[in-house]
């Protein structure tokens, strides 16, 4: 969680996708055959523990930051040498030898001493992914730079909750695939959750 930029240096800053965001609508771009797709982020914890997203048992603005990546693909993907940045800086790299599966999510969290069972985490490798509340950008990109995801929002990150990416209720659960960003308790299959790193809305595997 970083500081908000002044009113004026927003506006003199702001592309179309920064003038959506400030709209309401977190925004996405990537290429047509990526499998791989930033699915949901947390930028701005809840204060006390309802914000301990690692549940480490500390809830920490930046340590409970975190970044999901789901392969929605049919293959296994090596990530290894991959990156996630903001506007600003590469925040982390990917170590050597990591995977990920067909169907099957990768939380990167800011810091702390995430407590999970059954869930494939990463520590950020710079310290702290340092996620602006508001009017930001994540790109996940391949070791050669390429951008394979990326995501712009505004002030619907400053919710005290995740957006995750979600089709419109009352369409097939089909994450990774959606064409939008929604506040995490939104979904009642989040039955009020606000945010579920490495899971589901619902705290299951991929549907």
Known sequence: MRGKKSALGLLGSLSLLGWLSLLGCATFVRPAE???VINEFLADP????AGDSNRDGV??????????????????????????ADALATRHVFPQETTLS??????VFGGGAPQFE?????????GALSLN???ETIFLRDVNAYVIDQVHYGSEGNDDQSLVRYPPEGSLPAEGISL????????PR?????????????GKPFP
Not at 180 to 187: R, T, Y
């Open 34 to 36: 990526a499998v791989l």
């Open 190 to 202: 989040s039955a009020g959750a606000a945010f579920s790193p490495g899971t589901g809305v619902d």
């Open 59 to 84: 809830r920490s603005a930046s340590g409970d930051e975190f970044i999901e990546i789901l392969n929605y693909g049919p293959q296994p993907v090596d990530l290894s040498g991959w990156s996630l």
């Open 102 to 107: 067909s169907y099957q999510y990768l939380v």
């Open 118 to 126: 059954g869930i494939f985490w990463q520590l950020a490798t710079t």
């Open 180 to 187: 939008i960003f929604v506040e995490h308790n939104s979904l």
């Open 133 to 135: 509340n508001t009017n």
């Open 46 to 49: 809840a204060a006390g523990l």
